[in-house]
């Protein structure tokens, strides 16, 4: 079993308790790699900290829709310096979140923009967060052609994600997928071809069936493996083997 995470949050209070011995362990559970997500400047700095001290780990920067608000003038700047470091694979976690109310949506839409342009000037992937603001993001997203990246935790439709491959975009699929009422989720996942397929687990949040109600960590990521390959109708082994390609080559991962 070959399996990589290809969105988490590792350094989440949820797993202050355990984290050094879950990530020991996590190799011996069939991990081969785990990409480690920045919300934050500060998380971002902790998250290539963590992917220069753990040789399966690498990282992404960026700030999450829910903090463009607090962003500094120099952020940008901050961000660059992180992204030069050798492990540091994408820009993310960007985009826009209207669900909740945590940063205005002027602001969350200028804060994108800027690090898409980052992204592109970098010649980096991005990692988009996108929940109940389809509309703009993909508008947004088409000011900026060109960028190579992936939908994390798509939960849209079957034709949004038909839009998003068209535009040169990897789609990402979470736990939710496994869940009983995931049947537009499911349509969806459908609806990707398999060279622009990927999991994730987005732990420690939307733990899959059969572990749903616990923490999440990386290791569940088979879960979502398991569902997709019944999905598209490929053994597990080859449905694992795809999701390791894709996240490598979007990422250039040798």
């Known amino acids: 079993m070959r399996l990589f995470d290809t969105h988490a949050h590792l350094l989440d209070e949820k797993f202050d308790e355990d984290r050094a011995s ?4 996590l190799p011996s559970l069939g991990l081969e790699g785990v990409i480690e997500i920045g919300t934050t400047v500060d998380d971002s700095r902790a998250a290539a900290q963590l992917a220069a001290d753990v040789d399966y780990i690498y990282a992404a920067v960026g700030v999450h829709p829910h903090e463009a608000k ?33 940063s205005p949506c002027d602001v969350q839409q ?23 603001a389809t509309q703009d993001t993909l508008a947004i997203l088409r000011e900026h052609p060109g960028l190579k990246g992936v939908m994390h935790c798509f939960s849209g439709s079957a034709e949004t994600a038909e839009i998003l491959v068209d535009m040169g975009l990897c789609v990402s699929f979470t736990g ?15 609806a990707v071809p398999l060279n622009r397929l990927m999991a994730e687990t987005d732990s420690p949040y939307l733990s899959p069936e059969p572990v749903r109600g616990r ?28 999701n390791i390609e894709n996240a490598k080559g979007l990422y250039h991962i040798k």
Do not use: W
């Open 22 to 25: 879950l990530i020991e362990s």
């Open 70 to 102: 607090d962003v500094s003038t120099d952020y940008i700047a901050q961000l660059e310096a992180l992204a030069a470091q050798p492990k540091v694979v994408a820009i993310g976690e960007i985009g826009l979140d209207y669900h909740y109310d945590l």
């Open 110 to 132: 200028r804060v994108f923009a800027e690090q898409l342009s980052l992204a592109k000037r970098l010649s980096l992937p991005i990692a988009i967060h996108m929940r109940e």
């Open 176 to 190: 939710s997928v496994t869940f009983k009422n995931a049947r537009k989720t499911v349509e969806a996942a459908r």
């Open 215 to 242: 923490r999440n960590d990386p290791s569940n990521v088979r879960h979502v493996l398991q569902k997709l390959a019944d999905i598209k109708g490929v053994p597990f082994d080859d449905m694992c083997a795809v």
